[in-house]
Nanobody, 124 residues
Framework: QVRLVESGGGLVQAGGSLRLSCAAS????????MGWFRQAPGKEREFVAG????????YYADSVKGRFTISRDNAKSTVDLQMNTLKPEDTAVFYC?????????????????WGQGTQVTVSS
């Protein structure tokens, strides 16, 4: 069992930046592939970014590529999402998730553990 707690959400103007953080507790953090997802009102949960257990492989949704950066610190059991050049369409609840197994994991069905989410609102 892994418990995930997100922080860092808030209200920001378009073009601004936010840094989300996810703290994990429970089983060995470095065992898990970690991901960030988001869900806007009336829309399905969508993949944002993922990172391998070692941090050596990262991958992103096309909509955030070049603007968002995912990173992890296995010693601190944290995974962060640096979000730059934010747009109003980035407004959503952002979720941290953990998956058992490797590879490029972009489906929410592949992730077993989830945080409670943190709201990100980007004003125009």
């Amino acid at each position: 069992q892994v418990r995930l707690v997100e922080s860092g959400g808030g209200l920001v103007q378009a073009g601004g930046s936010l840094r989300l953080s996810c703290a994990a507790s429970g089983r060995t953090f470095s065992w898990y592939t970690m991901g960030w997802f988001r869900q806007a009102p009336g829309k399905e949960r969508e993949f944002v970014a993922g990172i391998s257990w070692s941090g050596g492989n990262t991958y992103y949704a096309d909509s955030v590529k070049g603007r968002f950066t995912i990173s992890r610190d296995n010693a601190k059991s944290t995974v962060d999402l640096q979000m730059n050049t934010l747009k109003p369409e980035d407004t959503a609840v952002f979720y941290c998730a953990a998956a058992v197994g490797g590879g490029v994991l972009t489906s929410h069905l592949q992730y077993k553990f989830w945080g409670q989410g943190t709201q990100v609102t980007v004003s125009s």
